[in-house]
């Protein structure tokens, strides 16, 4: 059962973009945000993704809730004053690394959030092609499944970008954030 629509509300003028590493939602997000003039940003870029993985190895569930709403809420400053914003990563990011249960009675930041998901194969073919730390196929498999459980739970729409290319997967993204906005064109 996904959440009342009423809930995505809390913060106008905002999309999230999210999923797990090699789905292509950096690119998706660039992409979309630069075709409709939305800011683009990274909630969890630099050092502050780190941060929350750190925070979540150390079994903190209150920090990792706590980190992720003030990155998210940082990187919301002045939403809607220019322009609609864009996120390359949201929520669904502090979801994955937490109990459902916990994360939906604790979690009050909601954003309307598309998941960008491709399959194992697809995920490990774009991560080889980076020049990045490995890791094991389990973990891999675990956040491609978890990222996509959270997005049918909640009842967040699901782009797979392993069954078309950028292009298309751009296109239907921006659909869908051009829908969740309420906004002509949708």
Request: a negative charge; glycine letters at 10%.
């Amino acid at each position: 059962m996904g959440l009342n629509a009423g809930l995505w509300s809390s913060v106008p003028h905002v999309v999230g973009i999210d999923g797990h590493d090699g789905t292509g939602k950096t690119t998706i997000a660039k992409n979309v945000a630069l075709r409709l003039g939305y800011a683009y940003r990274r909630p969890f870029g630099a050092e502050r993704g780190p941060e929350l993985a750190r925070a979540a190895a150390s079994g903190d569930t209150e920090l990792v809730l706590g980190l992720g709403a003030r990155f998210l809420a940082q990187a919301m400053e002045g939403a809607g004053k220019n322009a609609p914003i864009v996120l390359d990563r949201s929520w669904m990011t502090v979801a994955s690394l937490l109990d459902d249960e916990e994360f939906r009675e604790h979690w009050t930041l909601w954003i309307p959030t598309i998941l960008c998901w491709a399959d194992l194969p697809t995920t490990l073919d774009r991560l080889g092609q980076r020049d990045e730390p490995e890791e094991s196929t389990g973990y891999h498999l675990h956040y491609i499944q978890r990222y996509r459980d959270i997005a049918q739970l909640l009842g967040c729409p699901v782009v797979d970008t392993s069954r078309q290319g950028e292009d298309a997967s751009t296109d239907q993204t921006e659909r869908l954030v051009l829908e969740m906005l309420g906004l002509p064109g949708s």
